[in-house]
Nanobody
Framework: QVQLVESGGGLVQPGGSLRLSCAAS????????MGWYRQAPGKQRELVAS???????NYADSVKGRFTISRDNAKNTVYLQMNSLKPEDTAVYYC???????WGQGTQVTVSS
C-alpha cells in the first residue's frame, strides 16, 4: 500500500495560481502512474490530469492549457500547477496512484473574489 499526502490548497482569486503537491510513501513511486482528481459539492469526482511512470500526461478538456501535472521521482512527489484559475475549479483535489488504487485525503481549492 502507498500512503499519499496532498498539500498546497487554499483560497485564490480568479486568474490566480496554486501548486498542489502529493507526497508518496515507499520506494516504488517511480513506477506508479499518478493522477489528480477533483470533486465539487454535489458533483461526481472527476479526473483532472494524469501522468505515467515515463512522464506521459493527459488532461481533462476543462483544464487543458491551464494546468500542468509533473513528477519528481527523487522526491516521491507529484505536482499540479494550476494557472488562470476559475471559480468553477473550486473543489476538493485528490491525488491517486493507479497501482494499488490508493487515495490521498484531499486538499480544498477555492477560487473566489
Amino acid at each position: 500500500q502507498v500512503q499519499l499526502v496532498e498539500s498546497g490548497g487554499g483560497l485564490v482569486q480568479p486568474g490566480g495560481s496554486l501548486r498542489l503537491s502529493c507526497a508518496a510513501s515507499g520506494s516504488i513511486f517511480s513506477i506508479l502512474p499518478m493522477g489528480w482528481y477533483r470533486q465539487a459539492p454535489g458533483k461526481q469526482r472527476e479526473l483532472v490530469a494524469s501522468i505515467t511512470s515515463s512522464g506521459n500526461t493527459n488532461y481533462a478538456d476543462s483544464v487543458k492549457g491551464r494546468f500542468t501535472i509533473s513528477r519528481d521521482n527523487a522526491k516521491n512527489t507529484v505536482y499540479l500547477q494550476m494557472n488562470s484559475l476559475k471559480p468553477e475549479d473550486t473543489a476538493v483535489y485528490y491525488c491517486k496512484e493507479d497501482y494499488f488504487a490508493s487515495w490521498g485525503q484531499g486538499t480544498q481549492v477555492t477560487v473566489s473574489s
